[in-house]
């Protein structure tokens, strides 16, 4: 049974930083694409961060180019979301995708709330 268990979201005032972190069981996580989704209230899902399997190429949605950093690790089957310089327009809920071309899978999501 693949699992995909993220955390690290909360509540942060602007300018602050978060991790996120997702951990994966059940799965070859070296095989696997790793992303980051969110869904603001309202909006429609959002690509915000993916990483190759091999050699951990990144590509990030130019909002957070900068502020974001998305990695891996290999040995622990986990893939974080470091988030600097928060704001306002950050807040959703955040989702870690594991992509491996005929499947895919998704985490419960954690909620991330940037407020003064």
């Known amino acids: 049974q693949v699992q995909l268990v993220e955390s690290g979201g909360g509540l942060v005032q602007p300018g602050g930083s978060l991790r996120l972190s997702c951990t994966t069981s059940g799965l070859i996580f070296s095989k696997y694409v790793m992303s980051w989704y969110r869904r603001a209230p309202g909006r429609e899902r959002q690509l915000v961060a993916i990483i190759s399997n091999l050699p951990g190429n990144t590509e990030y949605v130019d909002s957070v180019k900068g502020r974001f950093t998305i990695s891996r690790d290999n040995v622990k089957n986990a893939v974080s979301l470091q988030m600097n310089s928060l704001k306002p327009e950050d807040t959703a809920v955040y989702y870690c995708?594991?992509?491996?071309?005929?499947?895919?899978?998704w985490g419960q999501g954690t909620q991330v709330t940037v407020s003064s």
């Open positions: 995708n594991a992509w491996g071309g005929r499947d895919s899978y």
